[in-house]
């Protein structure tokens, strides 16, 4: 099947491309001009549309019906950062023989300490609601982190994910791993090959994650106030490690109901499924965080840029909120109402992942590429809800109703 979508713009990943053909050849972006005699099944008129490559996720946790629910909305790519075992191989499966549910990257279970962060969520009723028994592998000492990276790596685990979070950003007290014990996970995962990422959640868990040796961080931190936004920005940018937004997660935890503006865009509710839209009544009592935590995490999302920092777009997105598909959609919104431009948001959401994760065959339109693809009307460099009024998606070639 070869598609031709005509004079459209394009953002390509990085910049905006005023007009320009796109060639779908199978499951690649092809070239347009190097066989312009070969025959063409379908033309699509992008006048007045933007082509964008597919939306990455870089922080999910999918579960039955969340990767369909995400290529919905054209986040063709979801980056799963911590999962139980049959749950993620149930997963893959489905990402595998399916082209109507996006694709999954996963580190399986996440390393933490015994009774340490997300252990207090993971009750017997959620596990139930997620449909399994599995509990979380914990490490206690040296010997178990090697054996923890050694099973995700059985499992075959994409990257690593670590815990540092002692409970203090919720008014709680937990375990969490020590410095020591961190470095060593990030040394056993390193030599196994892996990327390693952290959960933090407070600027001075998120430098005990980078001395030990992290690739990234999981989450904007959220305690640090404006005024120290550059100080502190400056201090993470020395590690040369990115850091994934999760601004819908902060806003959610912390009681803000800004999420809420989804239901009320018809070009999102239209799309919504009932079981996304259910979640936006739940109340995240368990998980408190700092009040001024949006604020907080907006200005650092600005400042660690500005330090050269990679900003990725995540959401943390779960079956009980936020939302998959849409809630990215309305982290790109957060993100350029925090100051970063449509097109930096945009990047957040599409090259910046694929390269920090290791996935060179997407995030950009260029020849040879997966044709993971967003089509829309408008132009979402000037006006970022864009994105959500949807023309056609495109996942490895395959447009989705």
């Known amino acids: 099947m070869r598609t031709l979508i005509r004079d459209v713009r394009v953002f390509d990943g990085e910049r905006i491309v005023p007009r320009a053909d796109v060639l779908i050849a199978g499951d690649r972006i092809g070239e347009p001009d190097a066989a312009p005699d070969a025959p063409v099944d379908v033309e699509v008129d992008g006048t ?26 054209g986040v063709t790519t979801e980056l799963d950062l911590n999962n139980l075992p049959p749950i993620l191989a149930a997963q893959r499966r489905l990402a595998a023989e399916r082209d ?14 015994p009774r340490g962060h997300p252990t207090q969520i993971m009750t017997p009723d959620v596990l139930r609601a997620l449909g399994t028994d599995s509990t979380l592998d914990t490490v206690a000492d040296a010997g178990e982190a090697r ?12 990257y690593l ?35 390693v990422v952290a959960h933090t959640v407070t600027a001075r868990e998120a430098l005990v994650a980078l001395d030990a040796g992290v690739d990234g961080l999981a989450h904007l931190y959220s305690d640090v106030p404006p005024e120290r936004a550059a100080e502190t920005a400056a201090l993470i940018a020395a590690y040369g490690a990115f850091v994934i937004s999760t601004i819908t997660y902060i806003e959610a ?7 809420a503006e989804l239901l009320r865009d018809a070009r999102v ?19 408190p965080m700092y009040s001024d935590g949006v604020v907080n995490a907006s200005h650092a999302a600005v400042a660690l840029l500005r330090a050269g920092v990679p ?40 090259s910046a992942p694929a390269r920090h994760f290791g996935l060179p065959d997407r995030g950009r339109i260029a020849p040879g590429l997966r044709a993971d693809l967003l089509l829309v009307d408008g132009d979402p460099a000037a006006d970022i809800t864009a994105t959500r009024a949807i023309a056609g998606v495109w996942r490895a070639g395959a447009r989705q109703d």
């Open 100 to 113: 109507d549910v996006a694709d999954i990257r996963s580190s399986s279970m996440i390393a933490t300490a």
């Open 253 to 259: 935890v912390t009681g803000d109901p800004g999420g």
């Open 311 to 350: 900003v990725l777009a995540g959401t943390d997105a779960t079956p009980f909120g936020p939302v998959h598909g849409a809630g990215l959609h309305h982290e790109l919104l957060l993100l350029t109402e925090a100051g970063l431009t449509g097109e930096e948001a945009l990047a957040a959401a599409t």
């Open 161 to 195: 994910k670590i815990a540092i979070d002692d409970g203090g950003a919720s008014g709680t007290s937990l375990p969490a791993l020590s410095p020591a014990l961190a470095a060593v996970l990030v040394e056993a995962g390193h030599a196994a090959g892996l990327k």
């Open 269 to 287: 509710a239209a799309r919504m499924s009932e079981q996304s839209k259910a979640t936006f009544t739940r109340e995240f009592a368990g998980i």
């Open 48 to 73: 007045g549309k933007t082509l964008l490559p597919g939306l990455i996720d870089a922080h999910t946790h999918a579960f039955d019906g969340d990767l369909a629910e995400a290529l919905a909305f």
């Open 147 to 158: 054996a923890f990276v050694e099973a995700r790596l059985a499992e075959g685990a994409d």
